[in-house]
């Protein structure tokens, strides 16, 4: 956990440390952490593996708008909803904080800016279906954002959105370095024993 200081600093802290393999299981949208181990790996000339669980795929009753980032789901809000629950994490809100609609924003720690007219909750999954249909029912939301971090953990507010047919604006994950890619704990662990022998 933590910071390195640049891809630089992370090789040489591979070299020193004599690591042998590096799995990036950072979050789908740690793009910048994923980049500079791509670059720290090749520098120190160890064998990266990239972790990443599935993303998220649309079933049927599904009302999905798809996004290449915080900016365009903000400027896509005002033509679909007025009231809109905002799952996408403390730092990106910024991108929402002109867009003159209510919302309801729900952050595991506490954000640095919300939006103007806002409702913050600060809560920690896991979530359920039923907790998830009642929130979105109490405030009236008319439209859901979330990023695309894929797993079962979150995918209850998706069931929720589904069942009251509301749209869900989903922000599609950074592009990442080309790089060997496994989507199970088990398959990383796998290539690991491989890896080293």
């Known amino acids: 956990m933590g910071g390195f200081g640049g891809s630089d ?3 040489d802290w591979l070299r020193a440390e004599r690591v042998d393999a590096v ?3 950072t979050h789908p949208f740690a793009a910048r952490i994923t980049q500079s181990a791509a670059v720290a790996a090749r520098e120190a000339g160890v064998p990266i593996l990239l972790l990443r669980r599935p993303g ?3 079933g049927d009753g599904d009302d999905w708008r798809w996004v290449g980032s915080l900016e365009e789901a ?3 809000l005002p033509t679909i909803g007025g009231r809109v629950f905002l ?3 403390r730092q990106g809100l910024a991108a929402f904080v002109g867009v003159d609609l209510w919302f309801l924003v729900r952050c595991v720690d506490e954000p640095a800016t919300v ?3 806002a409702r913050l909750l600060l ?3 896991p979530y359920t279906v039923d907790g998830e249909l009642a929130l979105m029912r109490e405030h009236r939301v008319d439209v859901l954002v979330t990023k695309d ?3 079962d953990a979150t995918s209850a507010k998706l069931s929720a959105a589904r069942r009251l047919g509301l749209p869900v604006v989903v922000v599609r994950r950074p592009a990442v370095p080309d790089l060997r890619s496994v989507e199970t704990v088990e398959e990383a662990v796998r290539w690991l024993g491989s890896a080293l022998g």
């Open 56 to 58: 998220w795929i649309p």
């Open 115 to 117: 939006p103007g007219r």
């Open 87 to 89: 799952t996408t994490g």
């Open 74 to 76: 903000a400027a896509l």
């Open 149 to 151: 971090s894929g797993g």
């Open 9 to 11: 600093r992370l090789a």
């Open 23 to 25: 799995v990036d299981a």
């Open 123 to 125: 809560d920690r999954g």
